[in-house]
């Protein structure tokens, strides 16, 4: 089941979202069976993800509704830490959706809801060290998004300082969030200012051959330089995140023939014992039939002497 579930996030990242459902399904399935209640939520999340790129809209919040409404039963009853946190992911990914709808009367109407899970979260006694800071961190940056996106630079400002004073934002990974407040307040200089130390940061720990350094870090670098007018720069940038993009698609019809080629050389060597089977089979019935020829032959012969000794006693 957690295998199910690495196959259908691994599916949705690289952009295969047909075959991601098809092991959300079977996940599904799955976690039905054993009652794993949060493995089955998380499912309905990875669900309404794909749903949301495939642009069925009502489809994927009637699944994230779904995983929502399992996992706030699930948290009354069994409040820890798992169940609050999850709970909080799918919300937020629940309140991305609505923003990227530009929903945003149904997104901060969403707002009571995320404060509450991340009130309990903190209340949980099993929580680990920093997953509320990260977690509030990424909450104020999405309400920052939506205040710039709707014109309310007062709020966006107040949200926005409000991820800054929290520790999570001085890690590499929530320099990040900074960088998504920062470009639709269009303070490109600032924004790249941490987009090009996370870049360093990704090119000396990580392999930044894939789908998630090209959207959103590249695309990120792209808006900003284009915000700034510097065309030259992001038309570099932009030649990158083609040539990524295009290296990764070989890399995947490599990676698809090579497994054709397993999968014939599989059944190659199938037909092969297929045909060796055969070939016993046969000889083992030759054997047999000669076995019994011979016997025969014996019978026949001995009888034949019986009768010649019989006759010559006569």
Sequence with gaps: MSLLSLL??????T??????????????????????????ANLHVTWSMN???MEQLDEAFRHIDMAIGILEKEARKNPCYQTWDDLFYALGMKLSLLIDEKRYADADAMHPLLAEALNELRKAADTPDGVVDRRRCEMDACYSLMAYAVGNKAKGDSLYQS?????????????????ICLLPAKRYDEAL?????????????????????IDPHLRMEYEAYCGKGKWRSASRVQATMLALADSLRKRERSEDAL???????????AQQITQQATSIQ????YMVGFSLILALAIIYIGHIRKVNSTIHSI
């Design 15 to 40: 952009g295969d979202y047909a075959s991601s459902v098809n092991y959300c399904a079977e996940g599904l399935e799955l976690a039905q069976q054993v009652g794993n209640i949060n493995q089955e």
């Design 282 to 285: 046969k000889r083992n019935i």
């Design 193 to 213: 200012y941490y987009l090009h130390r996370q870049k360093r940061f990704l090119q000396e720990t990580t392999d930044t051959v894939n789908w998630d350094y």
């Design 51 to 53: 749903l949301f790129e």
């Design 163 to 179: 991820v800054v004073s929290n520790p999570f934002s001085l890690t590499p990974e929530g320099e990040n969030f900074r960088a």
């Design 8 to 13: 259908a996030d691994g599916c949705h990242n």
């Design 259 to 269: 497994e054709l080629a397993e999968i014939y050389k599989t059944n190659e060597q």
